[in-house]
């Protein structure tokens, strides 16, 4: 089915095409069937927010489509990315599960869709379903280490140059093509700068010096790292 924005809904998690693609969606019939009728299925803008940091958990939302910008704020105001979601990923399951303030905002990145579980109901499905909480526990267990790692960048890596090397690193694709790893470029300067801790004027210098130095090529949303022993090394340095 059509809709806004040009995405193809998907409104049957039974019979979705990629479901089997995902942790948390691919489970056993009677479970997917279980979930379908559960859940709640919307179509979202840019900037849509899913939750907002400190409010209390209503549910989980199950990204289907699009690209979701997790963010904690200081009350100075500054911003930090602490992960950009994909389709399928689980968003407000911590909070959900321990019954805490949500500790991060969902910012929808461009147009997409997310299927909504309210809270209650979700924790009921975990109590029915075995194979289902499981999921969950990898999802959460996913979830500290994307922490751990995010942690890591921010507070023990010495310099912007370090930072920016592991972030492009994370990016890559598993697939290396004869010009390079390519990477669709998503984010803004300014969130990139919120992602590893410092300015949009910096980031921009260190994709010219990055550019310079021959690492990394950016032709409209494709970004090609030409180097990636070097990236390596400047981790290891």
Known sequence: MRVPYGLNIIDNCVSCPVREEH???????????????IKSTAIYPKAAMLFIEGQQPRGVFVLC????????????GKTIITKV??????LGLNATV????????AEMMEPGQANFIP???FLQFLRENGEVAVRVAEQLSRNY???FEEIKTLGL???????FAKLLLSWADSKETTTGLQVKLTLTHEEIAEMIGTTRETVSRLFSDFKRKQLLHVKGATLTIRDKEALQHMLQS
């Open 85 to 90: 979601s994909d389709p399928g990923d689980v």
């Open 119 to 121: 809270r209650d109901t």
């Open 157 to 163: 890596t010495s310099s912007p140059s370090e930072k």
């Open 23 to 37: 942790l948390f969606c691919n489970l056993p019939g009677p479970a997917v069937q279980r979930l379908n009728e």
């Open 145 to 147: 280490y994307t922490a």
């Open 65 to 76: 489509a699009g690209k979701v910008k997790l963010s904690t704020s200081s009350k100075e």
């Open 98 to 105: 321990s019954n805490r303030p949500y500790e991060v905002t």
